[in-house]
């Protein structure tokens, strides 16, 4: 089991910058695939992307294609997630996820393992 806690939300500009890391303790980081996912108000909970047990592997939503930055670093069991050109729509509570498999999911059914989650807020 692995235990995930984010760090690095609040409140931005449109067009700023963000940092969102999640580290995780409990069994070997690198046994997990490692997702970000977001909930706005009202919404249902949406892919943001996802890196393999590797790094090597990444996949992005289009809504974040360009703009944001998944990496992790399985010497410190830790994910990230650099945002920038933030939007007012990027607005949402920030999860990271893990799943214990080798192919990288895109649902958030497809993830076990959920931190507490990190609010994100970008003014207009």
């Known amino acids: 089991q692995v235990q995930l806690v984010e760090s690095g939300g609040g409140l931005v500009q449109a067009g700023g910058s963000l940092r969102l890391s999640c580290a995780a303790s409990g069994r070997t980081f690198s046994s997990y695939v490692m997702g970000w996912f977001r909930q706005a108000p009202g919404k249902e909970r949406e892919f943001v992307a996802a890196?393999?047990?590797?790094?090597?592997?990444?996949y992005y939503a289009d809504s974040v294609k360009g703009r944001f930055t998944i990496s992790r670093d399985n010497a410190k069991n830790t994910e990230y997630l650099q945002m920038n050109s933030l939007q007012p729509e990027d607005t949402a509570v920030y999860y990271c996820?893990?799943?214990?498999?080798?192919?990288?999911?895109?649902?958030?059914?497809?993830?076990?393992?959920w931190g507490q989650g990190t609010q994100v807020t970008v003014s207009s």
């Open positions: 996820a893990a799943r214990a498999a080798w192919t990288i999911g895109l649902g958030p059914q497809e993830y076990a393992y």
């Open positions: 890196t393999s047990r590797a790094g090597d592997n990444i």
